[in-house]
Each structure stands twice: as C-alpha cells, then as structure tokens.
C-alpha cells in the first residue's frame, strides 16, 4: 500500500543529523533526494558547528540550524546553556516546518523534533531485536550486540511516521534512504559530493606550502579516531610513512588536535613526513584530503570524506563492521583480518579478552600491498 505522504508537497522541511562526521556525510544523499523531490522547499539541516562547515555550501541546501553539542551539555548549570536551548527550541517551533525527518534518533534530537510542532514528524523504528552469534574460546564469549538497532532512548515516540527496519545488514547510507518509499524519493545512484567554501582549498595550499609538501604526490595518514579498538599500530603507519617517501611522496599526518600526539609520535620516526594534526578545521581537512593522491586511515570521519570527495583510501578495520560503516561501495579499499571475534564493538582495549589480536595481526606489508593495489587501480580507471 503507497504511502499517502507521497503525495504531499511539502514546503518547510527540518533535517536532523548532528553527527558524528561519518553519519553526517552519509546523510547527504538524503539531502540530495529531498532537494530532487521538493525543488521548491526549504530544507534546512541540524547538526552541529564543527560538521556544519562541511555541507554549508551545498546547493541543495537551504540553512544550516546550529546545535553546539559541548555548549548545551552545561544545560542546567549554565545560564547561558540554559537560555540557549530555549533559543534554539524557540527558532525551530517558529520556523513553522511542516515535515521534520530525524536521522539521529535519540532523545536530545526527539526534543527537537517535538518543539517543531510539524504534523508529519519521520523516524525510525523501535530498536529490534539483534540476532548474536556468540564465539567462544577460553571462557570468553564475544557477542557484538552493540551499535545501531532502531531509535534510542524512546525517541520514536516523537514521531508520526515511522521507518520499518528490515535488516540490520545494512550500510548506513543505504539505511538512511528506507525513508524513500514513504515520501516517494527516487531511486538514483547515492550522490555524496561536499561543496567546499571557496576558501578551504587555496588555505590548504599555504599550509602545504609552508611545511615544504608541494610539488610532490601527497600520501596523506590519518591514524587517530575515538576508539581505542579502532586504531591500529603506530609502528605500522611508520612502515607505511617511510614506504611512501621512499617511494618519492610528499607524506602528511592530519587529525583533530586531540590528535596530535599520536601524529607527532609518526612524523618524527620518519624524517620528512610533516605533523599537520591540529593545523585544520574539518573544511580544511577535507580539501587536505581532496588534494591527496592517497589517504591512510582506521574506521573513522577522515576516510569517510575520503569516499565523498572521491579519493583512493585504504582503511584498516577491526572491531567493528565493514559492511554497515565502511567506505561506501569501496570493498578493495579494506584491511582487515577475518577473524571469528570480530566484529565485536568493543571500545576500550580494556575490554578485549584477545589482545587486539584483530588489529596487532595486521602487518605493514598487508597495509602497503593494499596501497599499491588501490593506486594501480585508480590509475587505470
């Protein structure tokens, strides 16, 4: 049975993601598909500041909400937190939207979508039951029952409408457009394209000017992300650094400046790679990574720009699942063992009963096989 939303030309429209960055750029298909079915709405976005910068710029995009995830978790104790969030609630409820879709499906974001008033409110389902496999070995079990399963924390109760969930198999990009069906978007291919500001790129060309890396193809290595579980051996991005100078590259180290530790510790093991962790804004980093020949990177944001912005990557996996976050239709592009404990979600390394062992086995050479594999493949296409 079609759905009778279908029908309806909205006018007023409120996307909600506010991040991580991966999520962020893989809802902009969404966005795409909303600009193509409603050409004359206006279709602003939440999401926050430090993510905002990156989709500012999109044509199909009419304004960005801001949401300053670190200002407002002072709600309460801060009356500048305090009144903020009321501001915001205000701004949303008299923006007078008719149709808002939330992405993010936890309560902070159903509290926006409820201060919206719009009458058709989209979300997903109720969290639903994930079938587990446990692995045994030594007393140990593994059972990865953790990671997206639905709307968290009660939130589809906002919601007029909401997104059956037939599998949790899925990418996330590809789950972001269930939403399809129910509000008649087409079905053309997943347009992940970041529209730069003008800026980002000419600053980028100084800052490679100023640590000596022009004139030269640009290895660009990102080893940081939030998980511990996720990163994989510095050692092994110091292999991976010396093959690509040795191999006549320019090679950069890039990250967020809680990053810079780690980027430090690789650029000075390898002399004539340059530390940049800290130098960028998320625009910044994006037009650093579109000007790369290659990027190196763990399960994190940075290889996920690598995707949008279409640039070869080779992202080195663990713990968690490839087949719902990994780089979006790049299978080639993944290093990783095939082991019976992984994927398992595990966080903290504190946590994981065999050593890391999905991280520690993967060798330098497996990384720079994979690279040169992916560079004699995109030379050829």
Known sequence: ??????????????????????????????????????????????????????????????????????????????????TGLFRLLRQIR??????????????????????????????????????????????????????????????????????????????????YLWIGPILGLDDSPLDFRIYLPPEALPDVERLLGQHDLLGKPLALLMPGTVWETKHWRLDGYKDVARYFLNQGYAVALAGSAREQQLCQTVASSCPGARDLAGQTTPAHLAALIQRAAICITNDSGPMHLAVALNRPVVSIFGPTDPVCIGPYGRPDSIVRLELPCSPCNYRRLSQCPYDHACMQGITSQMVIERVEHILAEWSRT
Request: with cysteine; proline share 6%; aromatic share 8%.
């Open 1 to 82: 049975m079609a759905s009778p939303l279908r029908t309806i030309e909205f006018e007023r429209i409120l996307l909600i993601k506010l991040s991580a960055l991966g999520d962020v750029i893989h809802t902009i298909p969404l966005l795409v598909k909303l600009r193509a079915r409603y050409p004359r709405a206006q279709i602003d976005w939440l999401l926050t500041p430090q993510n905002a910068e990156l989709i500012r710029c999109h044509p199909a995009l009419s304004n960005i909400i801001l949401f300053d995830r670190d200002e407002f978790a002072h709600f309460g104790r801060s009356w500048d937190a305090t």
């Open 94 to 175: 008299r923006a007078h939207y008719d149709l808002v879709i939330d992405m993010h499906g936890q309560l902070r974001s159903a509290l926006f979508v409820i201060a919206s008033g719009a009458p058709v409110r989209i979300g997903f389902r109720r969290p639903v039951r994930r079938e587990v496999s446990g692995y045994e070995r030594g007393g140990e079990k593994n059972v990865p029952d953790r990671g997206w399963a639905g709307s968290r924390e009660g939130s589809w109760l906002a919601y007029t409408h909401r997104i059956p969930i037939p599998t949790l198999a899925v990418h996330a990009a590809d789950r």
